[in-house]
């Protein structure tokens, strides 16, 4: 019987000495999805989409221009420019040229828009959303290919200064969120045991309690009394999970689906298999 894991973290929410199945709370770690650290330099670029400006787009200017909007999203180049480059060197990065970097960040705002919100305050005040794609490239190991591709948007509001302070904050939020892709977090999840068969009463009581390895014991001996009993299946499914036995999660989740497809069983398979990912990706070099 291995121990629990170190990564996860449980808390039991919902604890009342009634019939309601106890919920328990979940939180693992979860690798950087973007995996470039900080001995590696880094070339900065934030491009334009080259797309030239059709009737039907001067247009839509137009229309957005009586709503506050006098600015495209093309216009926040330089902002993106400087938050990524700056928030990289905070990070501890080396930010190179292109000719002498490891790897390539790539920035591309793809919308832009902005409403008016007069206040008393100020009839200044107003609210943006900025979209972005970004690509990542490896110069040497993948011959310049992209390695990672995503999109992020952040919004943020603004009272005085109107439209460019709010491109140049929802800039900052938006390279943000990007980066955090570059850090290890913190995942979690609620979860519902399942109540539905007598015989995993006694492991249930014992979670109420958060005597968690001694659920676990209980449930397993609730299973080999009623192998085909669903309920048992997954709540002990659920206890290896939190042990971080994730192949005997899979199994026993596995086996529950089999027996009734209840959608709580789906979604805790899919965690299951998740969180094991996650947790390989975190013991890799």
Aim: glycine share 6%.
């Amino acid at each position: 019987m291995g121990p629990v894991r170190t990564s996860l973290v449980l808390v039991l929410l919902a604890a009342s000495a009634g019939c309601a199945a106890p919920v328990i709370h979940l939180t693992w770690s979860r690798p950087p999805l973007l995996r470039v650290t900080a001995s590696q330099s880094v070339a900065v670029e934030v491009v334009k989409d080259g797309k030239t400006v059709t009737p039907n787009a001067a247009i839509g200017t137009a229309i957005g221009i009586t709503r506050g909007q006098v600015m495209n999203k093309d216009m926040a180049v330089e902002a993106l420019r400087a938050e990524l480059v700056g928030q990289l060197q905070n990070m501890g990065f080396a930010v190179a040229d292109r000719s002498r970097a490891d790897v390539v960040i790539r920035m591309m705002p793809t919308a832009w828009k902005y409403q008016l919100e007069p206040s008393v305050k100020s009839l200044t005040a107003g609210r943006g959303r900025l979209d972005i794609a970004v690509d990542v490239l490896d110069l040497h190991g993948t011959a310049g290919q992209v390695i990672f591709h995503d999109e992020y948007w952040a919004s943020d509001h603004a009272e005085h200064l109107g439209e460019p302070e709010v491109m140049v904050r929802a800039s900052g939020r938006v390279v943000t969120r990007f980066l955090e892709d570059m850090r290890p977090q913190r995942v979690s999840a609620k979860v519902e045991m399942d109540d539905s068969d007598p015989i995993v009463a006694p492991g249930l009581e014992l979670c109420r309690k958060n005597q968690f390895e001694a659920a676990y014991l209980a449930l397993a001996q609730a299973l080999n009394k009623k192998p085909d009993s669903s309920a048992a299946l997954y709540d002990l499914g659920v206890m290896a999970e939190i042990r971080g036995s994730y192949d005997e999660a899979e199994d026993l989740l596995k086996r529950a689906t089999n027996i009734s497809p209840k959608p709580i069983y789906y979604t805790a398979l899919e965690r299951v298999r998740a969180a094991r990912a996650d947790n390989t990706g975190m013991q890799s070099p």
